[in-house]
Antibody, heavy 119, light 108 residues
């Protein structure tokens, strides 16, 4: 059974930094395309970042230059380093596997971790 | 970037109703379209991939159709557990991966 468990969320002041973790079991993070998707309170889903199995990384324009996605193979864990946080980054952050098939899709999701950026 | 537009943004329906949700892409995406269901406080769940393929374990009351720019998600007979928000997502030109704005299905 695949499980993705996020942690690291919390209340942080504007301009601060936070690192989110997503511990995986039942799948190998480094062998998969892994992504972060966020959802602001009462809003829709917004893709944030993705890391390919080969190591390439991509970001939404809204977080480019401030967020960094990475992984640790020894811990089978995905990370999202978030710097220069803004109020508009307040959201539940989900990690998800982006399954590679004829048509790619998100098939496994974590339960999410809430990040609140406020003074 | 490809923009995804869903309509309606919300709808009210009764148990047993047939419900149709539309998703339109800003350019042709062939059948590179997925649908997700999200219940309050929960992570999204994959329902349909490649426009019309039913994910394992999803009831056959759900179906998807379309190609190019216009897609539909149909619930043939709405059940109490189907009241949720539904999102489409394109995987034709990525990154960025883009979602539609969502359609909230509420009880009438």
């Amino acid at each position: 059974e695949v499980q993705l468990v996020e942690s690291g969320g919390g209340l942080i002041q504007p301009g601060g930094s936070l690192r989110l973790s997503c511990a995986a079991s039942g799948l190998t993070v480094s062998s998969n395309y892994m992504s972060w998707v966020r959802q602001a309170p009462g809003k829709g889903l917004e893709w944030v970042s993705i890391i390919y199995s080969g190591g390439s990384t991509y970001y939404a324009d809204s977080v480019k230059g401030r967020f960094t996605i990475s992984r640790d193979s020894s811990k089978n864990t995905l990370f999202l380093q978030m710097n220069s946080l803004r109020a508009e980054d307040t959201a539940v952050y989900y990690c998800a596997r982006y399954y590679q098939a004829y048509v790619d899709y998100f098939d496994y999701w974590g339960q999410g971790t809430l990040v609140t950026v406020s003074s | 970037d490809i923009q995804m537009t869903q309509s309606p943004s919300s709808l009210s329906a009764s148990v047993g109703d047939r419900v149709t949700i539309t998703c339109r892409a800003s350019q042709s995406i062939s059948n590179y379209l997925n649908w997700y269901q999200q219940k309050p406080g929960k992570a999204p769940k994959l329902l349909i991939y490649a426009a019309s393929s039913l994910q394992s374990g999803v009831p056959s009351t759900f179906s998807g159709s379309g190609s190019g720019t216009d897609f539909t998600l149909t619930i043939s007979s709405l059940q109490p557990e189907d009241f949720a928000t539904y999102y489409c997502q394109q995987s034709y030109s990525t990154p960025p991966l883009t979602f539609g704005g969502g359609t909230k299905v509420e009880i009438k």
